[in-house]
């Protein structure tokens, strides 16, 4: 498609979205500018120390908060866990954690549970893309916070070309927070799109 032929993006988060406004990053932790400028100056590197501290749930998996019931639960099955919606502080259409119910890493997961992985985020891809304003599904995993595996899915808005690849998280902590009746909207999109192949969406409601 020629640039001639393409048009903006008209959903509704797109008409909610602060087009062409510069986004104010001052509360992203180590942040420099806005994203996608023309160049940026890293912060000094800091001594590493070791060890570290412990991750959330490392010492006491009593402590893990993935594996306690949460009222952000949109979805759940007897394997998989989808959470979403954290006090409506996101801008993207969507943004989850996706988790096994087992207390493991990556490092120690069971076959059983590796090998679900890749059909539980193909199902959250294609639940997330059902949201009109949704051209992509990123996936990400740090878990630098948490000794549960887990991993992240960001919904990157159709025609958001500043979004592609790594940047996008930055980005969703820029973004104002979508309104909440947006935000429900959306997360009910996902939740039941899901649901529909199995699982219970809101299971702790």
Known sequence: MSAAEQHPADTDWHRWAPIGETLDASGVPGSG??????????????????PERPRGGE????????????EHTIWQDDDWRVNAGFGGATGLPFVGAISP?????LEDAPIEVLAGLGPVLQRVSEAAKAIP?????HF?????????????AYARPAGMMQGRGAILPYWEQ?????PDEMMGEYLDIVAYALAAG????YPNR
């Not at 998996?61 to 306690?68: A, D, E, I, K, V």
């Not at 119910?101 to 890493?105: G, I, S, T």
């Open 101 to 105: 119910r087992r207390h493991v890493r």
């Open 59 to 70: 010492l006491d998996p009593s402590q893990c908060g993935h594996c306690q019931p949460q």
């Open 198 to 201: 199995g699982g219970e969406a």
């Open 140 to 152: 990400s995993r740090w878990n630098d916070g948490s000794a549960h595996l887990h991993l992240w």
């Open 174 to 178: 820029c973004l104002p927070a979508m």
């Open 33 to 50: 500018p806005a994203p996608s400028i023309a160049a940026f100056e890293l912060l000094p590197l800091e001594e590493m120390l070791v």
């Open 133 to 137: 304003a949704v051209a992509r599904v």
